[in-house]
């Protein structure tokens, strides 16, 4: 089975990267069949927090195909996607993910984004850990969306 052998070649991405000092997360991101990138989580290497294994497999894919789009695209990771690495899935397009470990396997381990998830399904206003304020400012001068639309035509 195709999904198997993509998750076992994540799992074993992660075992790697823990070798190597990191976190046990890895990615592999596949487009008809073949791989096209894979990740690991380089937080503690790069020092940057959103340097997850999906996001990436992710950057790397859209270097490789020269695109934002990943339609079509299917992402095999070690571990539950995270909040910010499954809306990057639905931003660029990724049609599937599938996870090896859950979030519960991971609870015990500190692992697990569950906590987050909650969070995130709460209205914006009703955040507990996030002030989140929305303050319509216009300056003078072009409106940044106008000026977009714009851009876009020329």
Known sequence: MPAERFLCEAIELARDNVRRGGRPFGAVLVKDGKTIATGVNEIGATGDPTAHAELQAIRAASRVLGSPRLDGCVIYASGHPCPMCLAAMHLTGVAEVTYAYSNEDGEPYGLSTSAI?????????????????????????DDIYDLWRKAQRA
């Open 117 to 141: 998830y909650r969070e995130m399904a709460r209205p914006v206003a009703e955040h507990l850990t996030l002030k989140v304020a929305h303050v319509p400012v216009r300056p003078e001068g």
